[in-house]
Structures are given as C-alpha cells and as structure tokens.
DNA sequence: CTGGGGACGGGGCCC
DNA sequence: GGGGCCCCGTCCCCA
C-alpha cells in the first residue's frame, strides 16, 4: 500500500527547527556522516524551539482534510493557552532539547504562527486533488497564463518546473534500491534511513531518556511523549495528544460522545 | 482502546 | 538545475 499523502501543503513558509534533535551517538555517524548531522547552520539560525506551543484542535480536522466542498480558511487550529507558565514549565524543560548545550531558555512564547497541515496530492494509483476552491482557480489560472506544465507520464501529476517533475518521477522509478534486501526507494536518503533498519543505526537521541532513534521524526514524535502539554488537543474534551492519529482515534470513538 | 515505536513517502527549501 | 536534507505526516504493529 502506497503511504503517499493527499494533500499539498499550503502554510506559512516559516519552519519551525528540529535541527536541534541531535544525533549522539557520533560512532553510527561514520558511515553516513553527512545524511545524519543536523547542519551547524540551522542551529545557528534557529530562534524557534521544539513545537509545543502548537497544538491542534480536531475540531478543524474534519475541513482539513475533507475536500473542497467542505473546507475553508477559518482552520487555523487553536493553540492551546500555554499563558500559564505552570503548564509550560514542565513541557518547556522537557522539550528544551533545542537548547541542549545552548540555552536554558525557556520555549519561548512560541513563534505563533498559524499552523495547517500540509495538503498534498496523490500522485499514485487514482489522483485525487485536494485544493481549497482558492487554490483551484488560482491553479487553473496559472496553467492558463502560460505557464508550462511539466506532466508526469506515470500519473495525472502536473508540474510547472522540469525539476519538481523529475524529482517526482524518482518516485515512480525508485532508483535507489537496498543491497540488502532489494526494496527500492525514490530517493538515497530514503534509502540511507532504510539501511539503518538493517544496520541497527540509531543516530538520533533523545535527550531525556537517551533513548535512540533511527529515525529522526521518531524521535520527534518521541518527544512528545515527555511533553507534559502535548501537540493536538481535542476541542471537546481539551486532552492533549502526542499524535494526531491518536486525536483521530480519541474522536472517532466518540469523545464526550460527540461526533465530530 | 490507547499510547508509542518503526518504517516510510513526498513536497519544499537550501546549497 | 540537481542533490541533500528537513519537516510533516501516515500506516502498521505491538505492549
């Protein structure tokens, strides 16, 4: 089963910066040293802290991530109110990692921007668009302002640079393929990831537990597990959830008994 | 049922 | 323009 995702993102350019999820255990580093250190740039660039200001609200998930007809531009998710230090200070300390061996700073009011989850396209098997009205007719304009679009000959995607095309096609071609196992991936560092699940490698640590990860989203969603006020909330019942899956599940099977 | 870890995909950004 | 990397996110599985 493909685990290609629907929706193109739409959001704020403004990154927060998970560069600070260090990568300890420098011995695993020999071999893909440059695919697994965060850059010393981002570090240095970085003024945002792990997300824990953000956080989401379910109740926007249904026009998140329903098509067109339902959607709207009234889904910024509601922050939970982390104006109480109280409730931030464990959390602040606990996913103070950004600040490992800089700062003591606390998280920072967080950098409140207004946070909506990528939407994407599926550009597998039957394609499916997933665009707000806006974004719809913008598209049509653009392609009719000739702007060239570069199709992809394996599926309805459409790209208006060779580069995004070709990068794209990577994906129908997966020219990186594992030594070990066979399995093929779009791009080296897919596969570089994937080797570690051979090898063992577990670059990144967490700073709380020193637990490690092959993965560095894993660690992140790890994090949140030593969060105290965690990433989405449900808008009924106001629990916080480390994933958004679990607030998923958590209103699915009927939070205060209210479908949402 | 819930929470969490593992594996992985894709777009976007930066160099 | 291309490659590398980041970030966000999903699915699956297990405790």
Redo the contacts with the bound molecule.
């Keep these: 089963?493909?685990?290609?995702?629907l929706v193109?993102?739409y959001f704020a350019?403004q990154?927060?910066?998970?560069?600070e999820?260090e990568c300890q255990n420098d011995t695993s580093l020999e071999r893909f040293p440059?695919?697994?250190?965060?850059?010393g740039?981002?570090t240095s660039s970085l003024g945002t802290c792990f997300?824990t200001g953000i956080v989401w609200d379910l109740s926007v998930l249904p026009t998140l991530?329903l098509p067109t007809s339902q959607t709207g531009p009234s889904t910024t998710p509601v922050p939970l109110d982390l104006s109480s230090p109280s409730s931030l200070s464990s959390s602040a300390s606990s996913c103070g990692e950004e600040d490992e061996g800089r700062t003591s700073d606390p998280p920072s009011p967080e950098p409140v921007h207004t946070y909506a989850?990528?939407q994407?396209?599926k550009?597998?098997g039957s394609m499916a668009h997933i665009s707000p009205p806006e974004e719809e007719e913008e598209r049509e304009t653009q392609v009719s302002a000739a702007r060239p679009a570069f199709l992809c000959k394996h599926c309805p995607?459409e790209y208006n640079?060779?580069?995004?095309l070709?990068?794209?096609i990577r994906?129908h071609t997966l020219p990186c393929v594992c030594t070990t196992c066979g399995?093929a991936?779009?791009?080296?560092?897919?596969l570089?990831?994937?080797i570690?699940?051979h090898t063992g490698e577990r670059p990144f640590s967490c700073p709380h537990c020193n637990?490690a990860?092959?993965?560095?989203?894993?660690l992140?969603?790890?994090l949140?597990?030593h969060a105290e006020v965690k990433k989405y909330q449900c808008g009924i019942c106001s629990r916080t959830?480390?994933?958004?899956?679990?607030l998923q599940?958590?209103s699915s099977?009927g939070c205060c008994s209210t479908t949402v």
Excluded: I, V
């Excluded at 089963?1 to 995702?5: G, K, V």
């Excluded at 990860?213 to 894993?218: C, E, G, M």
């Excluded at 959830?241 to 679990?246: G, T």
């Design positions: 089963m493909p685990r290609s995702f193109k993102k350019k990154k927060p910066n998970y560069s999820l440059l695919a697994e250190l965060p850059s740039d981002n997300t991530y989850p990528r994407r396209m550009c597998t995607k640079s060779l580069g995004a070709k990068m794209h994906s399995k991936f779009s791009r080296p560092w897919l570089r990831g994937h570690r699940t637990r990860f092959a993965d560095r989203s894993n992140r969603a790890h949140q597990t959830f480390s994933r958004m899956s679990l599940k958590h099977s």
